[in-house]
């Protein structure tokens, strides 16, 4: 889809006039939430209606992240409403509500030719592909970035024009009123903006929105002991009293159900035999329909499709299953003769050239999503019209693919954005939507598909492996005169890039960039400190396994390499491993000082042998995290017991999401700590069912204690922080408790 934009793009570079015209044209777009009865339109944000009732839109898929709350937040922060009439409206998919920063972030995904040519969210490049393809993808804890400004400038522009209406009725300078709580107030008196809204409708905003002097922030101690939430989750009470609707739970009339059976991993894998004659006889059955690499059963319920499979017997023909030692040989061979592509070069490159005193090997295996919400989507399609009830991260994405498997103009396909429990990027993939939609072709009839666990297991695609050799010349003191990283692994982002924008096959993504650099596959891989020397090296492994992104993605394995790294290498030199840190951070005073409150809040003991405390720290996208992690060994071996984490990510927006999201982020990066890794066997995982995996249990979970740095920066995400840090924390944790070295993901995937 982008190779016709940079067609042209090219073309008019090359001198073609017309096509600067074209990306130089102003654009106008319709509103995409009509408003109902007694109800009316500011903008593309926000609705008011007689009753009061603010409706915000939201632009984002609810997938426990908070975004349904933190845009309306701001909106009623910004519009002065009251709280307690806010409502939020999931957005259909529109050029308003462009993502331009993740736009940006992504170029070289979608301009991969040229992608300096879009890195810049403001850039006329980047806005016209992102409007074009209506680009409003959830990824990359980038809702506040690209949606905070938008949204807060059409709150202060309806507050406007709330004003100007009370004040007509006041007979007195808008300029001189206010509102608060729902109403607009002028020298005691108030009228409510249910009251006001259809006039105020009217009205034309200002050419520059009246921002509020302050943005929404809250402070850290804003909420002493058991003080009440001033902005609870819009999301909450819906969510515990089972009303919110998720895809699964889409109920239509005469709605049929499906399960699937999808072919093992591996080249050219497809659809061989399937014994129908089985299940002429089942009740309930209605019929089969095959894909390339899929087979699925439709019936009545969900139970009957699955059990008419499981009498099916389907069988697939692979020409190569995928195994786990083929992927682990390709990885050994990349970082023993692979080419490197320098990414990041600082000073003396003949510092960190050749052979460096230390070196050291760390592995990284593939990690599923764990998802508890398996695939779901339901579909209906009728008189050339189809319709997809769907939890995705890219809805755009989704509904082209979904358009282009079942042979109709876009324009005929209607996506609803359903909430999604739990997606840690794995509902960025929109396979199941394409399968649905081509079942609800065949059947006649609205069908909903959901994947059962183990086809969430086998099909879903992990993210992958690493293999890194860490090198380091160390100073005459002890400290880092020279740096190098050399990483083996895929051009993972940009095979994803393949498959989202391209619509590639899993095997066709993985050819188009085999031996492509990935500066994505490598975020987080430049350590935080001041070391003059520093090269960090990527070698492209084009191995048989199609890999995805995961909650965290770089940074997941880049922060286990460079903490655990930096903590091996104070040791070495007899050095505490705090303040060896300490030393080399005098540039970034912000994390300096999380590193200190986290270990004065863990009561640091200096991680000397057996104090079973271990210390990291990191930073993505300028938010910051410093984590001490407790361990010791008991009857079952060794337990993490504490983690203490002291986070800065600028202004927050609200607290108590910034906490659930790090907590949550320190118990999913456990889980990766101690299992979720997948090996495969002809194709197959070796493990298919959540019991499986080794995931952190309640029982396991350590006692979680976090505290936030109040800051007037720029807000960053707090999402991904936990899950980078408490790996390589938790790692030097079980080497001071163990005296072991552990140098793989999964911890546990050595020996104790």
Same mark, same amino acid.
């Given at each position: 889809m982008g190779i016709s934009r940079r067609g042209i793009l090219i073309g008019a570079l090359a001198g073609g006039g017309l096509a600067i015209g074209y990306y130089l044209r102003p654009r106008h777009y319709s509103l995409p939430l009509a408003p109902g009865k007694d109800e009316y339109a500011f903008d593309a944000w926000i609705k008011i209606g007689k009753d009061g009732v603010v409706s915000v839109a939201v632009p984002q898929v609810e997938m426990g992240q908070g975004v349904t709350t933190l845009i309306p937040q701001v909106v009623a922060h910004e519009l002065g409403a009251d709280w307690r009439? /806010?409502? /939020?409206?999931?957005?259909? /998919?529109? #050029?308003?509500?462009?993502?331009?920063?993740? #736009?940006?972030?992504?170029?070289?995904?979608?301009?991969?030719?040229?992608?300096?040519?879009?890195?810049?969210?403001?850039?006329?490049i980047t806005r016209r592909w992102a409007e074009g393809n209506r680009f409003n993808a959830t990824a990359d804890g980038m809702s506040l970035a690209a949606y905070e400004a938008p949204s807060r400038a059409a709150a202060a522009s309806a507050r406007a024009m709330l004003m100007q209406a009370a004040a007509a009725r006041w007979d007195v300078a808008w300029e001189e009123c206010d509102a608060q709580g729902g109403f607009v107030v002028h020298d005691g008196k108030r009228l409510s903006f249910g009251i006001l809204a259809e006039q105020a409708a009217a009205y034309q905003p200002p050419s520059t929105p009246p921002l509020r002097p302050e943005p929404m922030a809250e402070a850290p101690n804003g909420f002493p002991g058991a003080a009440a939430l001033r902005y609870p989750r819009l999301d909450l009470p819906s969510k515990v009293d089972g009303s919110w609707t998720f895809a699964g739970d889409v109920r239509l009339p005469g709605m049929l159900h499906a399960a699937i059976r999808h072919a093992p991993l591996g080249a050219s894998a497809s659809l061989d035999t399937v014994d129908e004659d089985a299940v002429k006889r089942l009740k309930g059955f209605v019929r089969t329909v095959k894909g390339e690499d899929w087979v699925a059963a439709i019936a009545r319920d969900w139970w009957t499709a699955e059990t008419a499979l499981t009498r099916m017997k389907p069988k697939f023909r692979v020409a190569a299953g995928l195994e786990t030692s083929e992927v682990d040989n390709v990885m050994d061979e990349a970082m023993r003769a692979g080419e490197a592509h320098r990414l990041h070069a600082l000073g003396d490159m003949d510092i960190v050239k050749g052979g460096l005193p230390l070196q050291l090997r760390y592995e990284v295996a593939p990690a599923i999503h764990a998802t508890i919400e398996t695939a779901s989507v339901t579909?209906?399609?009728?008189?050339?019209r189809l319709e997809l009830w769907?939890?995705?991260?890219?809805?755009?994405?989704?509904r082209m693919a979904a358009a282009r498997a079942v042979g109709l103009d876009p324009s005929n396909v209607v996506l609803y954005p359903m909430g999604l429990g739990g997606s840690f990027d794995r509902r960025l993939e929109f396979g199941h939507a394409v399968e649905a939609a081509i079942m609800a072709r065949e059947a006649g009839h609205p069908v909903q598909l959901t994947w059962s666990r183990r086809e969430e297991m086998r099909a879903g695609l992990p993210r992958t492996p690493v293999v890194a050799v860490m090198a380091a010349r160390p100073d005459t003191e002890g400290g880092i005169a020279g740096w190098r990283a050399r990483v083996a692994l895929p051009a993972t982002a940009r095979e994803f890039g393949r498959r989202l924008f391209s619509d590639a096959t899993a095997q066709d993504a993985i050819e188009a960039v085999a031996g492509d650099e990935? #500066?994505?596959?490598?975020?987080?891989?430049?350590?935080?400190?001041?070391?003059?020397? /520093? #090269?960090?090296?990527?070698v492209p492994a084009t191995i048989p396994l199609p890999t995805a992104r995961l909650r965290g993605n770089a940074h997941g394995y880049t922060a286990f390499f460079n903490e655990s790294f930096v903590d091996e290498m104070a040791h070495r030199a007899g050095r505490e491993p705090l303040s060896y840190r300490m030393a080399m951070l005098g540039k970034d005073p912000r994390l300096a000082e999380c590193l200190q409150r986290a270990a004065a809040l863990a009561q640091w003991g200096g991680g000397g042998d057996n104090s079973g405390q271990g210390i990291a720290c990191h930073v993505i996208r300028g938010g910051r995290i410093a984590c001490v992690a407790s361990a010791r060994r008991d009857e079952n071996g060794v337990r993490v017991d504490r983690l203490s984490a002291v986070v800065d990510i600028g202004r927050m927006v609200n607290l108590d999401i910034a906490r659930q999201q790090i907590e949550g982020g320190l118990v999913f990066g456990l889980g990766h700590v101690l299992g979720c890794s997948m090996r495969y066997g002809n194709g197959r995982p070796e493990a298919d069912r959540l019991k499986d995996m080794n995931l952190p249990v309640l029982a396991d979970c350590p006692a979680i204690e976090v505290e936030f740095i109040e800051s007037t920066e720029e807000p960053a995400d707090p999402g991904e922080l936990g899950v980078a840090v408490v790996a390589p924390a938790v790692a030097n944790a079980l080497y001071s408790a163990t005296g072991l070295r552990f140098r793989r993901l999964p911890l546990f995937d050595e020996e104790l």
């Open positions: 009439q /806010v409502a /939020v409206q999931p957005a259909p /998919v529109s #050029a308003l509500y462009a993502n331009l920063p993740l #736009a940006a972030r992504w170029a070289p995904l979608w301009f991969p030719l040229a992608p300096s040519l879009g890195d810049d969210p403001d850039g006329l579909a209906r399609f009728d008189e050339g769907v939890g995705t991260q890219a809805p755009e994405s989704t990935d #500066a994505l596959a490598l975020e987080g891989a430049v350590p935080p400190y001041d070391i003059p020397n /520093v #090269a960090i090296d990527h």
